[in-house]
T-cell receptor, first 112, second 111 residues
Framework: DAGVTQSPTHLIKTRGQQVTLRCSPI?????VSWYQQVLGQGPQFIFQ???????GRGNFPDRFSARQFPNYSSELNVNALLLGDSALYLC???????????FGPGTRLLVL | GEDVEQSLFLSVREGDSSVINCTYT??????LYWYKQEPGAGLQLLTY?????DMKQDQRLTVLLNKKDKHLSLRIADTQTGDSAIYFC???????????FGAGTTVTVRA
């Protein structure tokens, strides 16, 4: 079975631009979470979506938004990019009982 | 609140055992996790333990949980060069949707 997939793998943007990152969960998983991992730190929770509804949101500004589609894939949007948004963005899908999260390879975003 | 702490670095000789330690603060966590991250890659779930257990063994991996002290450890037996990576401890706190991670322990295996 395919694991969590994310696209693109790398992205370079300039300050003020907008970016959309994509994620497809493991087949059968209905929940998708997004995390930001800045270099040298552990991942920080941004959002979780379950059955297309937002279940939780971390301490991130409104420039960050997400949605989940009927096929359970998800997009993360970041508007008005700042240099500090440069990070590895990780998507995770949760097992049906929600006890484990499996991560994708991430999208590495560089903001210049 | 959540605050997961780990030591930052561990150097171990090939063939020896590695022990990575972690402390957490949220006593309502139902699960605690160990993830592995290799350079340039995402996070790989290594193992996890339910909070009412005190030990879990999975091949070369042994997880010990001391819930009273909020202390979690991961022992890797017969450490190999392929075990060189960053290891993250995580808890799910009072929510089953949000994982809180430590800063990671960089494990270096030397010949």
């Amino acid at each position: 079975d395919a694991g969590v997939t994310q696209s693109p793998t790398h992205l370079i943007k300039t300050r003020g631009q907008q970016v959309t990152l994509r994620c497809s969960p493991i087949s059968g998983h209905k929940s998708v979470s997004w995390y930001q991992q800045v270099l040298g730190q552990g991942p920080q929770f941004i959002f979780q979506y379950y059955e297309k509804e937002e279940r939780g949101r971390g301490n991130f500004p409104d420039r960050f938004s997400a949605r989940q589609f009927p096929n359970y894939s998800s997009e993360l949007n970041v508007n008005a990019l700042l240099l500090g948004d440069s990070a590895l963005y990780l998507c995770a899908s949760s097992s049906p009982l929600q006890e484990t999260q499996y991560f994708g390879p991430g999208t590495r975003l560089l903001v210049l | 609140g959540e605050d997961v702490e780990q030591s930052l670095f561990l150097s171990v000789r090939e063939g020896d055992s590695s022990v990575i330690n972690c402390t957490y603060t949220d006593s309502s966590s139902t699960y605690l996790y160990w993830y592995k991250q290799e350079p340039g890659a995402g996070l790989q779930l290594l193992t996890y333990i339910f909070s009412n257990m005190d030990m879990k063994q999975d091949q070369r991996l042994t997880v010990l949980l001391n819930k009273k002290d909020k202390h979690l450890s991961l022992r890797i037996a017969d450490t190999q060069t392929g075990d060189s990576a960053i290891y993250f401890c995580a808890e799910n706190g009072s929510n089953d949707y949000k994982l809180s991670f430590g800063a990671g322990t960089t494990v270096t295996v030397r010949a």
